[in-house]
């Protein structure tokens, strides 16, 4: 999708969030707010949202020289939900319908998203839980359930620190066999790299690679060479989370999109209520007219 | 006051709503936002917000075309707060104490500030009317009523249309041969211009004149000479509204402040909760170092 004009107070809001939440320096905070507003009033509004997410966290890391900001809260995410695996694991096992359960829990994990909510508490998340297990929940996951089960391979675009453990109890209710998890290749916000996907346990569980991109979604144009050529000839694609959705929402090829609509731009986008839980196939786009020069990322590495 | 990094996502929301609540072009919406992004990232941070306030709509009235956007809102609220205005004297020669009462009033009816709130409708202003005829007011109508009995003559700078009849109620109980309104000397937002006080039957009760600028505030650097003059030389001052206090917080002179403070970093300021109705009389600051080459603003005129 677009970037629409209501992103734009967002971004700024979220920027100063943001920069508040890795430095106290005013001087700094300022410094970051300047050239973010500088940015967005240069940006191209045909990009998805999360390319203007990049440029805002890129600038955050250069002006506090911290390359990792968001390390120790994506580390305390991951033991917490660690902490709460083996009730996750019981709740899928004890579940007439397993599946639905594990995709109920994998978009409650969608809540840990510090681009969104900066002063997120355990006991958000826990809240959030309970409200998913009963909540209406959009989609079908019987569709799901049935492409997994044809698939020969299936990737699977894994969101943010804490939030992969939830997603690996969903992983665990599928043919794990088939499934490559990928995560981004720099820091960037909370999103999940190899760190946390190996702080979940999923290192050994299944084949993990990254996508060569610090983009707190998956802008194809900025992603490796070889991320790309498993993104078009995998069977399945599974994609967690808004940034996911925002990016690949007119991918050329189809993608099950797992996500809780936590923006209004997006929930209008999907044609939902603010907050509801989402699980969408889209249709293959057609091609789209691509951006001159639009820079291949460097390659990636996969890890077993 | 000076402006603090909060209100820099908000002037980008409030030049959103403003420029989509004038014209439905999303092209012209964008051309302004992207114009005020770069103002916002080059703005000194010393100066008060309405200096940002100013550039937004001077901005949006170029990029429109249109001299005077809230117009017709401006006609309609002072259309509906003169069709209200019997009902106001009316509680105002039925209170215990006439003054308060007349406070109270003037404090709702700043409510009507399209500048905060672009989707304001007629039915919540009587909500807050009511609200307000009971909410806790801080600061001392006492102090005000002898101030005003000892002044020999005393500026009042109206803020909005519509509320500017609420200010008359108020201006009616106190010794108006004393009083000269002051006005914006051309639109910005939907404060009152000499348009509004004449609809209002101001200058059919007191001396009106205009600041001679179209900030939403009092920048007193670009008000005319004239009005600089009676701001110093005036016995007493009131200024109502947010964006005078913003602007005059830190005057070299005492200023008698009435207002609803409406946003979270001006309710910081004053030390309140958000929402909270406030009188409060500012001691003189020490005089400030002006920037190098402010300019003084164009000369005003006075109408009887």
Do not use: W
């Given at each position: 999708?677009?970037t629409?004009?209501d992103?734009?107070p967002?971004?700024?809001?979220q920027?100063?969030?943001?920069?508040?939440?890795?430095?106290?320096?005013?001087?700094?905070?300022?410094?970051?707010?300047?050239?973010?507003?500088?940015?967005?009033?240069?940006?191209?509004?045909?990009?998805a949202?999360?390319a203007?997410?990049?440029k805002i966290?890129?600038?955050?890391?250069?002006c506090?020289?911290?390359?990792d900001?968001?390390?120790e809260v994506?580390?305390?995410f991951?033991r917490?939900a660690m902490?709460l695996?083996?009730?996750?694991?019981?709740?899928v096992?004890?579940?007439?319908?397993?599946?639905?359960?594990?995709?109920?829990?994998?978009?409650?994990g969608n809540v840990?998203?510090?681009?969104?909510n900066?002063?997120?508490?355990?006991?958000?998340?826990r809240?959030?839980?309970?409200?998913?297990?009963?909540?209406?929940?959009?989609?079908s996951?019987d569709?799901?359930?049935?492409?997994a089960a044809e698939?020969?391979?299936?990737?699977?675009?894994?969101?943010?620190?804490?939030?992969i453990?939830?997603?690996?109890?969903?992983?665990?209710?599928?043919?794990t066999e088939?499934?490559?998890?990928?995560?981004?290749a720099?820091?960037?916000?909370?999103?999940a790299?190899i760190?946390?996907a190996?702080?979940a346990?999923l290192t050994?569980?299944?084949?993990?690679?990254?996508?060569?991109?610090?983009a707190?979604?998956?802008?194809?144009?900025?992603?490796?060479?070889?991320?790309?050529?498993?993104?078009?000839?995998?069977?399945?694609?599974?994609a967690?989370?808004q940034g996911?959705?925002?990016?690949?929402?007119?991918?050329?090829?189809?993608?099950f999109?797992?996500?809780?609509?936590?923006c209004?731009v997006?929930a209008?986008?999907?044609?939902?209520e603010?907050?509801?839980l989402i699980?969408q196939r889209?249709?293959?786009?057609?091609?789209?007219i691509?951006?001159?020069?639009?820079a291949a990322?460097?390659d990636s590495?996969?890890?077993q």
């Amino acid at each position: 999708m677009e970037t629409y004009l209501d992103c734009i107070p967002c971004f700024v809001r979220q920027a100063l969030d943001a920069v508040r939440f890795v430095t106290d320096d005013e001087a700094v905070q300022a410094e970051v707010l300047r050239k973010v507003l500088r940015a967005a009033s240069e940006m191209d509004m045909r990009m998805a949202p999360p390319a203007m997410g990049q440029k805002i966290h890129r600038l955050i890391r250069q002006c506090t020289g911290q390359g990792d900001p968001y390390r120790e809260v994506k580390d305390r995410f991951n033991r917490f939900a660690m902490a709460l695996y083996p009730d996750l694991t019981l709740r899928v096992a004890r579940s007439s319908d397993p599946l639905a359960t594990a995709v109920r829990l994998a978009i409650a994990g969608n809540v840990i998203d510090f681009g969104v909510n900066s002063t997120l508490t355990e006991a958000d998340v826990r809240g959030v839980i309970e409200r998913a297990m009963s909540a209406p929940l959009r989609g079908s996951v019987d569709e799901l359930r049935d492409a997994a089960a044809e698939a020969r391979d299936i990737l699977f675009l894994a969101d943010n620190a804490g939030e992969i453990v939830f997603d690996r109890v969903l992983i665990e209710t599928l043919p794990t066999e088939k499934i490559t998890v990928v995560v981004k290749a720099q820091p960037v916000i909370n999103d999940a790299t190899i760190q946390d996907a190996r702080a979940a346990g999923l290192t050994d569980r299944v084949a993990v690679m990254d996508n060569g991109s610090d983009a707190p979604g998956t802008l194809l144009g900025e992603c490796s060479e070889t991320f790309r050529r498993r993104f078009h000839q995998a069977d399945m694609v599974i994609a967690k989370g808004q940034g996911n959705y925002e990016t690949l929402s007119d991918a050329e090829r189809s993608v099950f999109f797992i996500l809780m609509a936590k923006c209004p731009v997006i929930a209008g986008h999907l044609g939902c209520e603010q907050g509801s839980l989402i699980i969408q196939r889209t249709a293959a786009s057609p091609p789209a007219i691509r951006p001159v020069g639009a820079a291949a990322g460097p390659d990636s590495e996969t890890e077993q």
